[in-house]
């Protein structure tokens, strides 16, 4: 909270000397966006290498279809255009929620 009312210029607690500290020690300021990129980075290898898929990105997958059907009709997603370029420059599929290899 601190830190985003600091880069915004609000009046916080948060300093540079702060913000500097806390990188020097690998602070995550954004764990979720961290995750987001661990599975595209999971997924990624899957699709270049042909690796076994986690049952964790595999879920992460069907939750970037929904998100994508949100952000494509205005909804709240957490899907961003970043995103969506990231995803489609890997080839990812946005209408299979399959397992790879499952029939149906």
């Excluded at 764990?31 to 990624?44: C, G, I, M, Q, T």
């Excluded at 997958?61 to 970043?82: A, C, F, P, V």
């Excluded at 969506?84 to 080839?91: A, D, F, R």
Aim: aromatic share 12%; charged share 30%; net charge neutral.
């Amino acid at each position: 909270k601190h830190y985003k009312l600091f880069r915004m210029g609000g009046q916080t607690l948060m300093s540079e000397e702060k913000v500097r500290l806390l990188n020097e020690i690998g602070f995550e300021w954004d764990p979720a966006e961290n995750r987001w990129y661990e599975r595209y980075e999971e997924l990624k290898a899957h699709l270049n290498n042909g690796c076994a898929i986690s049952e964790t990105c595999f879920q992460w997958t069907i939750t970037q279809r929904l998100n994508y059907k949100k952000h494509q009709i205005g909804d709240k997603s957490h899907m961003t255009e970043k995103r969506v370029i990231l995803l489609n420059e890997i080839g990812f599929d946005w209408t299979d929620n399959k397992r790879p290899g499952q029939q149906g």
